[in-house]
């Protein structure tokens, strides 16, 4: 069920930020990317346990790192972080074992964020090609 709720909220999230236009502000995605990466840091909450915090931490600042990265550089940095944490929600009960972790969250988070990522990336080239190009543009 964790998986048919991360794959239809992306859907959802990303559909509904596309129509009002709010992903094409450059701070979107990498926004999104920070705010999913910190969620395992709450859930240290509920853990208890500093090596827990400090593990969590750790991830987290990768993710963190590439969608500040993202921000500056290039989207597309922003959506491989969002994408590679989704990716990496299926592995992380091999890196932390932060016992604050919901049963469900590994699965609803990484079917989210490879959703999210994908469905993102679409958009950004189907959009990329519908831009006018630089002829076209000298021409008007």
């Known amino acids: 069920m964790e998986y048919i709720v991360g794959f239809g909220l992306a ?17 979107f ?7 999913v990466t910190s969620y395992y840091l709450a859930f240290t909450v509920a853990d208890g346990r500093s090596e827990v915090w400090l593990s969590e931490l750790a991830i ?5 790192a590439a969608a500040v ?5 290039s989207p ?8 590679g944490h989704g990716v990496m929600d299926a592995f992380h009960h ?3 074992h932060n016992e604050g972790v919901p049963a469900a969250w590994p699965g609803f988070c990484g079917t ?15 959009r990329a090609s519908r831009a006018p190009s630089a002829e076209q543009r000298s021409v008007r």
């Open 11 to 27: 859907i959802v999230f990303c559909a509904a930020a596309a129509a009002l236009g709010m992903d094409r502000e450059r701070v």
């Open 69 to 73: 990265l993202g921000f500056k550089r």
């Open 94 to 96: 091999l890196l932390v």
């Open 29 to 35: 995605y990498p926004a999104v990317a920070m705010a």
């Open 76 to 83: 597309w940095i922003a959506l491989v972080a969002l994408g």
């Open 112 to 126: 989210f964020d490879v959703t999210a990522a994908v469905f993102a990336a679409r958009l950004m080239r189907v």
């Open 60 to 64: 987290a600042a990768v993710f963190i």
